[in-house]
């Protein structure tokens, strides 16, 4: 399976899954970076709050990205799912809700699309856990302020597709991130272990 996220087109597109902070400034990231974001946000108050949370945001980075870089969508039916690229996911953190969602994700996205989660606890081999397309489903682990912080962990487990994690990283150089690729899909990743160990 190739993936095509690299290819050069007029318009290219991201869900991602989640409208809270992290959500929201994942989003802002891809629009500042040429793409069209998709955000699914169930809540409606919070979906009402994200165009100010976006203008805000693009103007704290320094970008003159249009806010109809943004698409909100209150169910994943909604999205254009033929033209996503990739899709990352940013709900809150428990994990059946998370292995519920890329269960049906693994239904909706186009084959060649990556899954990526960005959960800071949960290895993504335990999230995709039973899926038949593990090898498209990646981390992809994003510090808060997402749209501020460069880090970015790109995690891969033992049935990630080879090479696939390298083609995530450029992704994420393209969009001005500094991609960190963690090889062991173990709680923490390696910033997280980090902070704790140096805690201790």
Same mark, same amino acid.
């Given at each position: 399976?190739?993936?095509? #996220? ?9 869900? *991602? *899954? ?11 990231? =891809? ?17 009402? !709050? ?19 870089r #943004? ?19 940013? *709900?809150?953190? !428990? ?17 060649d ?8 606890? =949960? ?19 994003? =510090? ?6 460069p ?9 990630? !597709? ?26 923490? =990743?390696?910033?997280?272990r ?7």
């Amino acid at each position: 399976m190739k993936y095509t #996220f690299l290819v050069k087109k007029n318009r290219r597109h991201a869900a *991602i *899954i989640g409208g809270g902070n992290m959500g929201a400034d994942v989003a802002l990231t =891809f629009a500042a970076g040429g793409w069209q974001a998709h955000v699914v946000e169930l809540a409606e108050a919070t979906r009402r !709050k994200l165009p100010d949370y976006y203008a805000q945001g693009l103007k704290q980075i320094g970008s003159k990205a249009s806010l109809e870089r #943004f698409t909100t969508h209150a169910a994943l039916k909604d999205v254009p799912w033929e033209d996503v690229e990739i899709v990352i996911e940013c *709900i809150p953190e !428990k994990l059946e809700l998370k292995r519920k969602l890329f269960a049906e994700l693994e239904k909706v996205a186009r084959p060649d699309a990556v899954v990526a989660s960005n959960s800071s606890s =949960f290895p993504i081999s335990e999230i995709a856990a039973g899926l038949q397309t593990q090898a498209r489903m990646i981390g992809l682990h994003y =510090f808060l302020p997402a749209h501020l912080v460069p880090l970015v962990e790109v995690v891969r487990s033992k049935k990630t !597709k080879t090479g696939l994690p390298e083609r995530v990283g450029e992704l994420m150089r393209s969009l001005g991130k500094v991609p960190v690729q963690v090889r062991k899909d173990i709680p923490g =990743f390696l910033a997280n272990r980090m902070q704790h160990a140096m805690a201790r």
